[in-house]
């Protein structure tokens, strides 16, 4: 039986971005970002998001187990959203050795930057380091070109190359990868 109590409690704070546990609040904002045609277009359901879909999904996802979401934010505003989910039977996000991540941003102007990554290794970070997992899958539309690149920056390699690609990413993998991005992003800035 699920608890009334949300399954995420976890705030994450590094490379200059904190991500906040999703809560009823943020819905409305959630879905203004995901019904966007840009973002819209890459999720595997390409459809409009109607409110009340948006309220059954946040009911389902926050008090799911299997699932941790979170909303980013980066100088006090929020651009976007985070998430992982166990993909492994009888097994909880805390607990399982594979996840599958998402993300998208919502505030325009930080689409296709560099903060873009902030969030994403933030999450990664404490899903190996603190969690344990040993391994994250992603699955991408071929067609969506921002994303293979965004993930094979990271370190994913393509186990299944289709119109839906499925990519894999170990921690060997994760931390070459990163570290260059890891270094830019961990150095001070002035905001503007």
């Keep these: 039986m699920l608890s009334d109590e949300p399954v995420n409690q976890f705030t994450l704070s590094a490379y200059q971005v904190e991500l906040l546990?999703?809560?009823?609040a943020h819905q409305a904002l959630l879905?203004?970002?995901?019904?966007?045609?840009?973002?819209?277009?890459?999720?595997?359901?390409?459809?409009?998001?109607?409110?009340?879909?948006?309220?059954?999904?946040?009911?389902?996802?926050?008090?799911?187990?299997?699932?941790?979401?979170?909303?980013?934010?980066?100088?006090?505003?929020?651009?976007?959203?985070?998430?992982?989910?166990?993909?492994?039977a009888g097994k909880t996000a805390e607990q399982a050795n594979l996840l599958e991540p998402g993300l998208y941003i919502?505030?325009?102007?930080?689409?296709?930057?560099?903060?873009?990554?902030?969030?994403?290794?933030?999450?990664?970070?404490?899903c190996f380091d603190q969690l344990g997992a040993q391994r994250f899958r992603a699955v991408v539309k071929r067609s969506n070109h921002n994303a293979m690149s965004y993930n094979q920056k990271l370190?994913?390699?393509i186990v299944e190359d289709n119109d839906l690609c499925v990519l894999e990413l170990d921690l060997e993998s994760y931390r070459q990868a990163t570290a260059p991005i890891k270094q830019f992003l961990s150095r001070t800035r002035n905001a503007k």
């Design 106 to 126: 919502g505030e325009r102007r930080y689409q296709g930057n560099i903060v873009a990554f902030a969030p994403t290794l933030a999450m990664y970070d404490f």
């Design 21 to 24: 546990p999703m809560t009823q």
């Design 31 to 88: 879905r203004s970002w995901r019904n966007q045609d840009e973002i819209r277009r890459q999720m595997l359901s390409a459809t409009l998001i109607t409110e009340e879909q948006q309220q059954a999904w946040f009911k389902k996802t926050h008090l799911d187990p299997k699932q941790l979401h979170w909303v980013i934010k980066f100088r006090d505003q929020l651009i976007g959203a985070t998430n992982v989910k166990s993909l492994e």
């Design 155 to 157: 370190g994913y390699a």
